[in-house]
């Protein structure tokens, strides 16, 4: 039977979409405290490509990767809980202040050590600074063709991987030759939720630095059930260039941080009533806006 | 040497009109910096198209033409730019960010280990003072975007690495033409010298590509409907309104989740970014990312029935009100005054 190495790229990043009112501090500045941590969308939609070839040929294997804190560990469990085989966090103060550029090196690196993949997916970019980048500049790194905007995986072989894409016009399909990354978009099916089975068997899964913190008593559980460590790599456990990682890693800098603070400019309120609406489009045809 | 240069990108033939934005953009970073503006095409029966690129102030365009470039894939095309940037060594590459864009894009600045910047919204230039190194730069490429889901807005440069690479959603800058008769030159590229066979291993099975069918960017009237407006149903009005004032019904990311406007009248920063010569606001709240797309209107009306919504501090009219009843009125009202 044939099956599949995946790898899958995820990221942890702040919820920006549901930024409410208190996500705000009253200086304009982000309170990142009241901003959640979650599974990036788009890799959750990835995630859920990967699941179904893994459903279509059993016995193919999920791991899914990613590079930021301790805390990011919280991901590969989600992971875990829907169906990833195992996890990875690259964690390192060597990668902190990564551009995309540095990003993507760092998880060339890490994806070379894992070797013999098939695919590699991730989404097509993260909602904290909606790049798209880190999908095409790792398949740069790693000399393999890449597919973005991936919105269904139709077929997969040992020698290509036929892909739906969506365009701002319309679609494409396209095969590309094995190994490849792909891209997924938003468009794509959303993932399958947590599995209960999965959640008992994954529930107690931790790195090594999650482990030192926790429960004495569950301890020895690590031994016997090996499944339960997620790994953690930090510059120690991939061969990396020193210079290329972080910010001496990274072309781009950040000049300058504004917050965004409304001008408020002096509107003129109108009645909704017949007279002042009359006026209103009287005024506007009047300066040639309209008409 | 060290020149501007912008990717253009062609759909059978035709120049896309954020490429044209682009080199506009690109003329004015020019004569600022005293460099010249350089095209690049990349495609198939490109004969002529240089014609069309001229105006805009391009100082060269240069053309691969090859059957095998069109429709796009990344590969080839990222060979023929790096290729091209490694001879060149351009100062600053624009690129829209369009898919094509942003697939290439990151590519190229990966070979050529130089920064890139997604989805700018502003290109300035001005030096750079590194006081822990002791070092200025001048003449900086500042790329300038908003950031975490657009509640900052952060100013990025590329001080060591060249080229200075962006990209910039279609509608952000202006297209304008700098004179019918600028002359420029014509360099057709070896197309053969600078793509191996390994570069075409992606196949394309199947293409499907529609015409756009709405145009928010050559509207001069929105008609713009957000959550408030409540259904799908209720968005009728809009398009009332809109054929009668002769624009285009937009919509804010909210309605279109809710499934009451289609993508391709989204308005903001993840969708479509607009500057009409009036923007009517109809049930929007005015989040950011709606207000990214939509701030340069020349004129604003908010009509909504919450007095503490943020579009209305940027409104230049409040219709406090229900929308379903202000919309008729004004298509009363705007007959009433042109008969």
């Known amino acids: ?291 | 040497m060290n020149n501007i240069f912008v990717y253009c990108e062609t759909e059978e033939g035709v120049v896309a009109d954020v490429s044209l934005e682009l080199l506009t953009k690109g003329r004015s970073l020019a004569d600022k910096l005293g460099c010249k503006l350089e095209a690049l095409v990349i495609g198939s029966k490109l004969n002529g198209v240089e014609k069309n690129l001229f105006p805009y102030g391009s100082d060269v365009v240069h053309v691969a033409d090859d059957p095998r470039l069109s429709p796009y894939t990344t590969l080839p095309h990222t060979s023929i730019v790096v290729n091209l940037f490694k001879k060149e060594k351009p100062q600053i590459a624009l690129m829209g960010a369009t898919p094509v864009g942003r697939d290439l894009g990151p590519r190229v600045s990966s070979a050529l280990y130089s920064g890139l910047t997604a989805d700018c919204t502003s290109l300035e230039i001005g030096d750079h003072e590194d006081k822990k190194a002791g070092k200025t730069y001048k003449d900086l490429l500042y790329q300038i975007r908003p950031a975490f889901g657009g509640n900052i807005i952060a100013t990025i440069i590329n001080p060591e690495c060249r080229p200075q690479m962006a990209t910039v959603r279609e509608g952000v800058m202006k297209k304008e033409i700098r004179s019918e008769n600028y002359k420029g030159e014509v360099k057709k590229l070896d197309v053969a010298s600078m793509v191996s066979p390994e570069d075409f291993v992606v196949e394309i099975i199947e293409r499907h590509v529609e015409k756009r069918k709405v145009n928010l960017n050559a509207a001069p009237v929105i008609v713009s409907g957000g959550y408030g407006m409540g259904s799908r149903e209720n968005f009728k009005v809009l398009y009332e309104l809109a054929e009668v004032l002769g624009g285009e019904v937009g919509a804010s990311r909210a309605a279109v989740d809710a499934g009451f406007a289609d993508h391709e009248r989204q308005v903001g920063q993840t969708g479509v970014t607009v500057r009409p010569k009036l923007y009517i606001a109809c049930g929007i709240s005015g989040q950011i990312q709606h207000r990214a797309g939509m701030e340069d209107s020349a004129q604003i009306i908010a009509i909504n029935n919450d007095p503490g919504a943020p579009i209305n501090s940027i409104a230049d009219y409040v219709i406090n009100g229900d929308v379903l009843d202000v919309i008729p009125k004004m298509i009363k009202y705007y007959k009433a005054n042109t008969k």
Request: charged fraction near 25%; glycine fraction near 6%; include cysteine.
């Open chain 1, 1 to 291: 039977m044939t099956t599949f190495k995946i790898i899958v790229l995820a990221k942890q990043v702040p919820d920006t979409r549901n930024v409410g009112k208190d996500a705000m501090k009253a200086d304009g500045t982000v309170n990142r405290a009241a901003l959640p941590a979650i599974f990036n969308p788009e890799d959750l939609n990835a995630m859920e490509q990967a699941l179904r070839i893994k459903d279509q040929y059993p016995g193919s294997t999920i791991s899914l990767l990613t590079m930021g804190p301790g805390r990011a560990a919280d991901i590969i469990r989600e992971g875990l809980f829907r169906g990833a085989d195992d996890g990875i966090l690259l964690t390192d103060r060597a990668f902190a202040g990564s551009d995309t550029l540095a990003t993507s090196y760092a998880l060339s690196r890490a994806i070379a050590q894992i070797k013999n993949f098939d695919l590699i997916i991730c989404g097509r970019q993260a909602i904290d600074g909606d790049t798209a980048q880190v999908g095409p500049q790792v398949a740069e790194k790693l000399n393999i063709p890449q597919v973005t905007y991936v919105e269904e995986v139709l077929d997969i072989n040992k020698k290509g991987t036929t892909v739906k894409r969506r365009l701002d016009n319309g679609v494409e399909v396209v095969k590309v030759p094995v190994p490849s990354v792909i891209t997924v978009t938003g468009s794509a099916p959303a993932c399958r939720a947590r599995n209960a089975r999965l959640i008992m068997k994954f529930k107690h899964a931790k790195t090594v630095t999650e482990r030192q913190d926790a429960n004495e008593d569950y301890l020895s559980l690590y031994n016997e059930r090996p499944y339960l460590n997620i790994q953690e790599w930090t510059v120690n456990e991939v061969e990396v260039e020193h210079e290329q990682l972080g910010l001496s890693g990274s072309p781009t800098k950040v000049k300058k941080i504004e917050n965004v603070v409304l001008q408020a400019k002096e509107a003129k309120m109108i009645e909704p009533s017949d007279a002042e609406i009359n006026l209103l489009m009287k005024e506007l045809i009047d300066s040639h806006t309209i008409g």
